[in-house]
Every structure is written in C-alpha cells, then in structure tokens.
C-alpha cells in the first residue's frame, strides 16, 4: 500500500519559517520524481517545486529563491524547506510521487500552511 503523509505545516507569521516534510512508504522512492503542490481556497492546485531521482530541481516563479526541495533516498522522505513565508502562500501543501507509465501517481493528504501578515 502506498502512502505519502506530509508533516510540519502551521501557522506562521509573515517573514518566518517552516520545514515540511513527506515520507513516503510502498513505494520505490529513489525512482520518483518528488513534488511538493499547494491548493489555496478558491483557487487551483499549482506545482510549487520538484526534484527528480537525480536531484535536478524545478521551482515555480513565486517561490524561487525562497523554498528549498531536497530529498533523502535512504530514509524515503522529500522535505520543502520554507523561508520568508508571505501570506499568499497560505494553502494546503500536498506531497507527489511520480513515474513513467500509466497510474505511477502518487498523493499524500496535504499540510496546512498559514501564513498571517
């Protein structure tokens, strides 16, 4: 079975911090592709960063420069580090492990991240 369950999220004030973390479990982890995505209320799911089995990263514009992806094969586990949070990046962050082929996708149940000004 697999499963993916993110952890670290909170409320933070803006200017802080916060270090999210996924362990992942069922799956081959260091033949994924990891992604974190967040989903504000009304609005859609967007890729925030993902990093690949051989650790190439990918960051979207609003974060670049702020947020960190990293990985650990051996302990199965992506952590999004978070720095100069602003109140729009209040969401819920999910967790996503990907790989070729049909159904290799993979959601964990999210992390709420608050962020107040």
């Known amino acids: 079975q697999v499963q993916l369950v993110e952890s670290g999220g909170g409320l933070v004030q803006a200017g802080g911090s916060l270090s999210l973390s996924c362990v992942t479990s069922g799956i081959i982890f260091n033949i994924h592709t990891m992604a974190w995505y967040r989903q504000a209320p009304g609005k859609q799911r967007e890729l925030v960063a993902s990093i690949t089995s051989g650790g190439n990263t990918v960051y979207s514009t609003s974060v670049k420069g702020r947020f960190t992806i990293s990985r650990d094969n051996a302990k199965n586990t992506v952590y999004l580090q978070t720095n100069s949070l602003k109140p729009e990046d209040t969401a819920i962050y999910y967790c996503?492990?990907?790989?070729?082929?049909?159904?290799?996708?993979?959601w964990g149940q999210g992390t709420q991240v608050t962020v107040s000004s």
């Open positions: 996503n492990a990907e790989r070729p082929g049909p159904g290799w996708n993979f």
